[in-house]
Nanobody, 115 residues
Framework: QVQLVESGGGLVQPGGSLTLSCVVSGFTLEDYSIGWFRQAPGKEREGVSCIGSRDPRPFYADSVKGRFTISRDDYKNAVYLQMNSLKPEDTAVYYC????????WGKGTLVTVSS
């Protein structure tokens, strides 16, 4: 059974940091590109960052470039998103994805940036 389980979300003040984790099971992570998406209230889901299965160069949306860092540990079947200098506009449900739009999705973890 394929599962992607996100964790690490929560409430943080502007300027703070969080690290999201996604642990996967039921498939071989190293065979898939992985990514993080987010959906803010009233907005469409958007891509935040992704990294290929065999290409170590990550992609970042302009809105998070320089603040977020994506990483993967294929031995631990885990994906991470280090988020620094968080802003209120980063508030959203964050989803882990493997394999792109037609791949596998987690159920999301809520990140709230507020003072």
């Amino acid at each position: 059974q394929v599962q992607l389980v996100e964790s690490g979300g929560g409430l943080v003040q502007p300027g703070g940091s969080l690290t999201l984790s996604c642990v996967v099971s039921g498939f071989t992570l190293e065979d898939y590109s992985i990514g993080w998406f987010r959906q803010a209230p009233g907005k469409e889901r958007e891509g935040v960052s992704c990294i290929g299965s065999r290409d170590p160069r990550p992609f970042y949306a302009d809105s998070v470039k320089g603040r977020f860092t994506i990483s993967r540990d294929d031995y631990k079947n885990a994906v991470y998103l280090q988020m620094n200098s968080l802003k209120p506009e980063d508030t959203a449900v964050y989803y882990c994805n493997a394999g792109g739009a037609v791949g596998y999705w987690g159920k999301g973890t809520l990140v709230t940036v507020s003072s």
